[in-house]
């Protein structure tokens, strides 16, 4: 198996861990406070990862220009509305619905990486996306009172909006980043994939916590004291967020954003697995057409 493929597991392994812990901080502070913590408690790992790999490694840090600064702050900013409006999905009664069609990041990842970086797909790539977002637009509605008929029927819905917004913003960030990381390599001696992504990750994230705490502070400053009273659990968020976007950051050096965001939609199978080993809970039939789908565009992806 690639090196992109285990990396982009347990990336999405990681991720599972943040968002479960995000939406309980979801019920401490408000929806900046959720979305600060993921980028501000999470700045001092991805430097101390930085650190750590330029002393074990011996490589001389990456020498930015231009272009990478320009595609960092795309990503940067775009992941934060990304981030935002997803949490603020979860303040709507059918939040499903949002969440379901944010879920089409990997097929907008795919169209930006052919806009921007020219990155063309095949027809099986293309399919094989198709199948994995259908899956997990399936998993998202599969416990609420929505049909997959419904769903489709809801398209012009204000929580559908956000979603798409959200997912779209996601698919714009996974390509800038991809964009940002192979912008060093000219700097480097060799290709250091694990160097250029903890460089690229170091500056994301200091730009994401430097732009949202003087939000915080002109505009929302009691969310300080929500986000402080909260710090425990927002340290363990960080640390394990840090650690996904390092992975996603490597992953996506490696191969294209909209590829590797397909593999990580098996993050909604170790959701399950969690469930239903550990709490016990039962799939229904819609969730596991929905995790066969995702299997399958995985599997489809993969030996093609």
């Known amino acids: 198996m690639e090196t992109w493929v285990l990396i982009t597991i347990g990336a999405a392994f990681l991720q599972n861990i943040r968002s479960s812990m995000q939406k309980h901080l979801k019920g401490a502070m408000g ?20 650190l750590l790999l330029w002393h074990v490694s011996g490589q001389p840090l990456p020498v930015p220009n231009g272009s990478f600064f320009l595609w960092v702050i795309i990503g940067g900013l ?24 944010s879920r089409t990041e990997p097929a907008q990842a795919a169209l930006f990486g052919l806009i921007f970086l020219g ?55 996974a ?11 000219p700097s480097l001696p060799a290709p250091d994939y694990m160097m250029q992504a903890s460089f690229t990750l170091g500056f994301v994230i200091l730009l994401q916590s430097v732009v949202m705490l003087l939000w915080i502070v002109a505009r929302e400053p009691d969310e300080l004291k929500r986000i402080g009273a909260a710090w425990k659990p927002a340290f363990i968020v960080g640390f394990v967020g840090a650690s996904a976007s390092f992975g996603w950051f ?27 080993f550990v709490f016990r809970e039962w799939i229904n039939r819609l969730e596991l057409v929905g995790c066969l789908l995702i299997v399958l565009g995985v599997v489809m992806l993969l030996v093609l």
């Not at 929806?31 to 930085?50: D, I, N, S």
């Not at 609420?144 to 997912?167: C, D, M, P, Y």
């Not at 992953?251 to 098996?266: C, D, N, S």
């Open 31 to 50: 929806t900046t406070g959720a979305t600060f913590v993921r980028f501000g408690f999470g700045l001092p790992f991805a430097l101390l990862y930085l």
């Open 78 to 101: 775009a992941q934060i509305a990304a981030t935002f409006l997803l949490v603020h999905l979860f303040s709507f009664r059918n939040f499903a619905v949002g969440t379901a069609y």
């Open 119 to 173: 990155e063309g797909a095949s027809r099986g790539t293309l399919v094989a996306i198709a199948i994995s977002v259908v899956g997990v637009m399936l998993i998202s509605v599969a416990r609420t009172t929505l049909s997959a008929r419904s769903l489709l029927t809801s398209v012009f819905s204000r929580t559908a909006a956000i979603g798409l917004f959200s997912g779209t913003f996601f698919g714009l960030s």
């Open 175 to 185: 390509v800038a980043y991809r964009s940002a990381s192979l912008a060093l390599a």
């Open 250 to 276: 490597m992953a996506m050096t490696l191969q294209q954003a909209a590829i590797v965001k397909v593999v990580a939609q098996v993050e909604m199978l170790f959701t399950f697995a969690s469930s239903f």
